[in-house]
Structures are given as C-alpha cells and as structure tokens.
C-alpha cells in the first residue's frame, strides 16, 4: 500500500509540475509534437520504400529464351543447368503457346494478330522464367544462365533493376538516419526546455531535500513529468498518422503514380506506426527530463 501511496503521489506532482508551468510544458509539448510528426512522415516513407523494394525483388524475373530448334531433351537439359546454377529460387517453362495465348487476352490488338498464327509460323519461343534468392546476384545468375548451350537471349530488366533497388535502398537510409537524428536533437531540446522549468524550481527542490527526500524521490516527479509531457506531445501525430494516411491510401486506391507502386494497407500498418510514436514521445521525455536532472541539477 505504501508503494502504490508512494507512485501515486509521483504521478500526482508530476501532472501538477506539467499545468503548474503550463508555458514551459507546452514549448517542450510542442517540440514534441513537431518532431513527430516529421518522424512519422519519415517512417511512413521509410517503410512503403522497403515494401517497394520487397515488391520488386518478389517480381523481377529473368527470363531465358530458349532456341526454337530445341527439343524436348534439350529443353530437359536445359532445366537441370538452371536448376543446379547458385541463387537461383525457382523457375518455370513457359511454352510459346501459352505465351500466345496470355499476350492475346491481352490485348485485342494482339489477338487480332495472332489468332491466325500456326505453330510454324509463330516466332516467339519457348523460355524458362527464373527466380532468385537474392537480388543483388541476380546478374550472376543471368550470365550464368547465357552460357547454357540452346539459350538465345537472357533478359531481366538489366541496370534498370539494380539502380532501382540501390535508389530504393538510398531513401531507405536516409528515412532511418533522419529519424535517429530528430529524436536525438528533440530529447536535447526538451532536456533543455525541462532544465529551465526545473532551475524555476530550486525553492521546491531544496524543500524536499531538507525533510529528507532521497535523490530517486526527487528526480521520479520529473521523469514522469517527461513521461506526461511526451505523452501529450504523441496526440496529433498519431491523429495524423492514423487518418492523413488511411485518407492517402484510399485517395490513390493503395498506388503511387503507377499500378507497379503499390502502397503498404493502413491496417495495421497505422496502428503499429502510431504505437512506435507514443512509444518513442515517452522515452524523449522521460530522457529529456532524467537528463535535465542528473546533469543539470547535480542531485
């Protein structure tokens, strides 16, 4: 009983301290506020660019043609090389018949053209579509897949595939370091903030000194002061978070500029996001005011 008496009474000064210097609380809230906003902005963008990434890896397939002289033994052969080749997930004959057909439902233009073709007279041929495990080798695999006697041409999306995953990857980065940075230079600014608040309060500091408060029961009002600080501070960009991006995804239909681009589904993306932003306002303040303390205080 004494403990909860004792946390109680913790939380109590801490919500007194936050209204009692409401100016002070609402610049380090504000501060707060802006920070993440601009981090959930970041996280948002950090995490459909990985999902980008995903989606390409996942799609990009090489695609080997295969001679039109090969038979049905060379075609065999030609399986067992693709699938003996390092990094190489699966694969997948696709005849030129079915090839054909899928380019004629299509388009009406293509049906139009090719209904009429026989078998001799069609030039398209038969391939084997590969996946790989990793992307980065993916232009191992496809050299390695041009030495195989009876492939004609190797495709893949070539240089273009590579600079987009590397773009990918830069923007990737780039989100994460900015959100690293913001929440260092805002857990220094409400530290600073905080530090303000707690030197307008040496009288009070020096009272509970003098009947013996113990240095961890003079700093716990301050930390959960920061706790409450970082807390309120969380309110609108999880606001935003929630429904700026849910309103963005049903307003493009889950795409960006292209079908190709596709964005990650609100739920329960927002939510997962939302809880990192509370999660991250809470340990700033919290820092910031233990920080305030301990090296500005010296108690």
């Known amino acids: 009983m004494k403990t909860v008496r004792i946390i109680g009474r913790n939380i109590r000064d801490a919500f007194k301290g936050v209204f009692r210097n409401f100016s002070l609380s609402f610049a380090s809230i504000s501060c707060i506020t802006i920070t993440l906003i601009v981090v959930a902005i970041s996280m ?7 999902n980008f990434t995903l989606l ?8 080997a043609f295969i001679d039109n002289e ?7 052969e030609i399986k067992d090389q693709i699938s003996v080749i390092d990094n190489v997930d699966k694969y997948e004959f696709k005849s030129k018949q079915a090839i054909t057909e899928e380019m004629r439902d299509s388009s009406d ?14 030039p398209i041929q038969n391939t084997y579509q590969v996946k790989v495990i ?21 495709k893949y999306g070539e240089g273009m595939v ?7 990857e830069f923007i990737h980065k780039i989100c994460i370091g900015a959100v690293v940075a913001l929440i260092l230079v805002t857990a ?6 905080i ?22 029961n003079i700093r716990i009002p301050f930390i959960i002061e920061g706790l409450v600080l970082g807390l309120l501070g969380s309110i609108i960009p999880v606001i935003i978070t929630i429904y700026g991006y849910t309103e963005l995804y049903n307003k493009f239909g889950g795409h960006l500029f292209s079908n190709f681009i596709k964005l990650i589904k609100p739920v329960p993306f927002v939510y997962t996001t939302s809880s990192i932003l509370v999660l991250v306002g809470i340990l700033v303040g919290m820092f910031g005011s233990w920080r305030a303390v301990k090296k500005h205080l010296k108690i």
């Open 70 to 76: 090969a038979d049905e033994d060379k075609i065999e």
């Open 56 to 63: 390409v890896e996942r799609d990009v397939t090489i695609v």
């Open 44 to 50: 948002v963008l950090s995490e459909n660019v990985n």
């Open 109 to 122: 233009v293509f049906d139009s053209i090719m209904k009429n073709w026989t078998d001799e007279e069609n």
């Open 162 to 168: 590579e600079q987009l995953i590397a773009t990918f």
């Open 195 to 216: 530090k303000i608040t707690i030197s307008s309060r040496q009288r009070e500091i020096g009272i509970m000194r003098l009947i013996g408060a113990s240095n961890i």
């Open 134 to 154: 990793d992307i980065n080798k993916i232009k191992n695999v496809a050299d390695e897949i041009k030495k195989i006697d009876g492939i004609t041409v190797v």
């Open 188 to 193: 220094f600014l409400i530290s600073n903030t």
